[in-house]
């Protein structure tokens, strides 16, 4: 059996590490994100790492934890915190192990434990602030799939790579411990300048089955000129198929639980994968460039509605669990 080769581009391996002297260049912005879905329990995290922009040794961390039994652990902090095999903030680090195949992401922090009427009322108010940690090992399950061709004049980055994973770790709440193995998992690194004023909505959607097949989409919508990017790739673990497609976006923000199945096409096959959507966190992405935890009202209009959540994925049969990440412009007048 050939060993699988999960750097099919070629990526320099110092392209999974933070720039060590980013560039004097407006809104530029650096951006780990890591999240992963359990396939038995209702348990999954998505963890968002970003330089800011006004300070590039700052970074921000956004972490929220899905908890069974519609319970959520949301932290949102800012600090110097990368080191030589990562990006880090104030409870979070995120380690490369090993380029391409093996990283290691760990939080040992506090932050709040909510149910999704807090998140559902606004942005999330200060409150009791409490300990969480997880320890996750994220190991490559297809090839690295390596955007940067196609992101020519976007607006959210020049350089961006992904990658399907499995997960396995721990979570330890309060009171709690919760084990993942080998859950479905996505990581993804970006560079480039980044400014929320020209988006209009995007879409994200992934997943890896208990098979080895794992598909991605990933698709923007920009608010001025109406272009679109709209990528995705479907593998067998092993290779992948990337191909352009016509996304669906979420166009009514009241209705976050609706979404049409994919339909993905190579140009020799099409791919249907159904998708029921199962639970949904909202925040909002405030311009020119950061995120808010919570359903937060914008009526100055500088943002967007953001919502993460976990799908139910059906593709000829088969069932995973995975990520789903859309984004709207804020209903008017809210």
């Known amino acids: 059996m050939s ?86 903030s104030a409870g979070t680090t995120l380690t490369c192990v090993e380029p391409f195949r093996r990283f290691r992401l760990r939080f040992d922090g506090v932050g709040r434990y909510v149910r999704q009427a807090d998140v559902e009322d606004g942005a999330l108010r200060d409150g009791l602030a409490q300990p969480f940690r997880l320890d996750l090992e994220f190991e490559a399950a ?31 709440t309060l009171d709690e411990t919760f084990t993942m193995r080998r859950g479905g998992a996505m990581r993804d690194h970006s560079r480039g300048a980044r400014d929320f004023t020209k988006l209009h909505s995007h879409v994200w959607l992934n997943a890896v089955f208990p098979s080895g097949r794992c598909f991605n989409v990933l698709a923007n919508y920009e608010r001025s000129t109406g272009r679109t990017l709209a990528r995705g790739f479907v593998s067998d673990g092993k290779t992948f198929q990337d191909f352009s497609m016509e996304p669906s976006f979420l166009r009514d923000p009241d209705k976050p639980f609706e979404a049409d199945n994919l339909k993905l096409s190579d140009g020799e096959q099409t791919f249907e994968i159904g998708v029921e959507i199962l639970r949904v966190l909202p925040m909002a992405m405030r311009r020119p460039n950061d995120l808010v935890l919570g359903k937060e009202a914008a009526g100055d209009g500088l943002g967007n509605r953001l919502y993460e959540g976990r799908a139910r994925y059906t593709w000829d049969g088969e069932v995973a669990y995975g990520h789903i990440e859309r984004s709207c412009p804020f209903p008017v007048g809210e």
């Not at 002297?21 to 951006?31: G, I, V, Y």
């Not at 297809?142 to 990658?163: I, T, V, Y």
């Open 3 to 88: 060993e699988i080769d999960y750097n099919p581009t070629g990526l320099d391996p110092v392209d999974e590490l933070p720039l060590p002297k980013p560039p004097d260049e407006a809104l530029w912005a650096e951006n780990f994100c890591y999240q992963a879905w359990d396939r038995e329990q209702d348990l999954g995290l998505w963890v968002h790492l970003a330089r800011m922009p006004y300070d590039h040794d700052i970074w921000r961390e956004t972490v929220v934890v899905f908890l069974p039994g519609g319970r959520y652990f949301l932290s949102r902090a800012f600090a110097r915190g990368a080191h030589e095999a990562g990006p880090g």
């Open 142 to 172: 297809a090839p690295l799939w390596d955007m940067s061709a196609h992101l020519k004049g976007q607006h959210f980055a020049s350089m961006h790579h992904e990658q399907s994973c499995l997960a396995t770790g721990t979570f330890e």
